[in-house]
């Protein structure tokens, strides 16, 4: 892990490679390890896998909205001296920053690859949960982080339990949630709850988009990555059997294999926003 100063805050991140930029952001409450799977990618391209502000090894302070953790996803980018479009690849809130990163800076994009995700904003609903989840982190802990997301997290079938090797899946996210700071996992909720909408802003998208979603994805189903096939003018879906909300952990040699194949095309179509349609895959 390299240590990097940024303005207000010091990110740690793991990089390996060379080439083609490749950017992981993980999701809530996790860090750069979710993606440890994906290292095999770096045979191909440069990958950059940070810990977000107040995440893993990442100082503080916590994240005040995913419009911040985007903006410094591109100051990290440029204090590594990555002057090329990039690709931006994100799982969950990952995936909320990714969107982010394409609506504020659209020019530091080559592709996107957004992974169990969604692109509306939260319901009244979903707000009012985060905020009673705050509510009660503050006063127990990670505890009631890790009892309210672990049981949601990874796929339920059997398929899907022999496939992700479950147990260990399960211990490395309990762990990264205990490690989370109560402070950086209040303001992270706050700032999902007041995500905007990026339906709207994803039409101008012009760049190509992997969308990938687990089956049994509980937590952001398959038909959310359907309706944003229906927004992006350049969109591919995968939806990736017997796997949950954690697709690339629960099945990496799946996941990897699509985004080689989906990188090769992005590299085959040089770096200029593309008119050409791509055709669409579906894989149950
Ligand atoms: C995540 O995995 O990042 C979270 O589930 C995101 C969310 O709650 O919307």
Not at 127 to 137: F, G, H, N, S, Y
Not at 196 to 221: N, S, W
């Amino acid at each position: 892990m390299h240590t990097i100063p940024l303005p207000d805050t010091t990110l740690a991140v793991h990089t390996c490679g060379s080439g083609l930029p490749v950017l992981l952001l993980h999701g809530f409450p996790f860090d750069h390890a979710m993606w440890a799977g994906q290292d095999p990618l770096a045979d191909d391209v440069r990958l950059i896998v940070p810990d977000q502000r107040g995440f893993g090894r990442s100082a503080g302070p916590p994240p005040a909205s995913i419009a911040q953790l985007a903006d410094d996803a591109v100051a990290l980018l440029d204090a590594l001296h990555v002057a090329e479009p990039a690709v931006i690849c994100g799982l969950s809130m990952g995936g909320y920053v990714a969107e982010h990163v394409a609506a504020r800076h659209p020019h530091r994009v080559r592709a996107l690859i957004l992974v169990d995700t969604k692109l509306e904003a939260d319901t009244p609903e979903a707000r009012a949960a985060r905020e009673k989840l705050a509510a009660t982190v503050a006063r127990v802990g990670q505890e009631a982080v890790a009892e309210a997301m672990i049981p949601n997290l990874l796929a339920r079938s059997d398929a899907g339990r022999a496939r992700s090797g479950r147990a260990a899946g399960e211990e490395l996210l309990r762990r990264t949630i205990h490690a989370t700071p109560v402070a950086t996992i209040t303001a992270a909720l706050a700032a999902l709850a007041a995500r905007p909408d990026m339906v709207e802003p994803m039409r101008a998208v012009t760049v190509p988009v992997l969308l990938v979603v687990g089956a049994e994805d509980t937590i952001t189903p398959p038909d959310c990555m359907e309706r944003a096939e229906r927004v992006f003018p350049r969109p591919r879906l995968l939806i990736m059997p017997h796997c949950g909300h954690m697709a690339p952990l629960e099945d990496p040699d799946t996941f990897n294999e699509a985004v080689r194949e989906f990188l090769r095309e992005v590299a085959g179509h040089g770096a200029g926003p593309q008119a050409d349609e791509h055709p669409r895959k579906h894989v149950h």
